[in-house]
């Protein structure tokens, strides 16, 4: 290393990306990327369809959680925020699947 000429960053990213060679899935990452607000919108109509099948209590519950909350600031105790989320886990994954999710 002690041999090594330091050409800077540029020189080094160059140098760096040289070795490399081509990325054979750019073209797939672009498209993704591309495609990502309808793909946000489309999760967010499944996730508000899957919401409406919820009751009111647990509809509250799942809207703070997807909101960020903490077992804290909802003001639940801690065991049973972590149930709850169990639950609607549980629920989602049904959902997702396609099967009629009946909650406990």
Do not use: H
Not at 87 to 103: H, I, T, V
């Amino acid at each position: 290393m002690k041999d090594r000429m330091i050409l800077g960053r540029a020189g080094d990213v160059r140098d760096l990306t040289a070795d490399i060679g081509a990325d054979p899935y750019a073209t797939d990452r672009i498209f993704a990327a591309l495609d990502w607000e309808s793909d946000r919108k489309a999760e967010g109509g499944r996730i508000g369809a899957a919401l409406r099948r919820l009751n009111t209590a647990d509809r509250a519950f799942a809207r703070a959680v997807l909101n960020g909350k903490t077992w804290v600031e909802i003001g639940c105790p801690k065991r049973t925020f972590y149930w709850r989320l169990k639950k609607l886990e549980d629920f989602f994954r049904l959902e997702k699947q396609g099967g009629n999710a009946l909650l406990r």
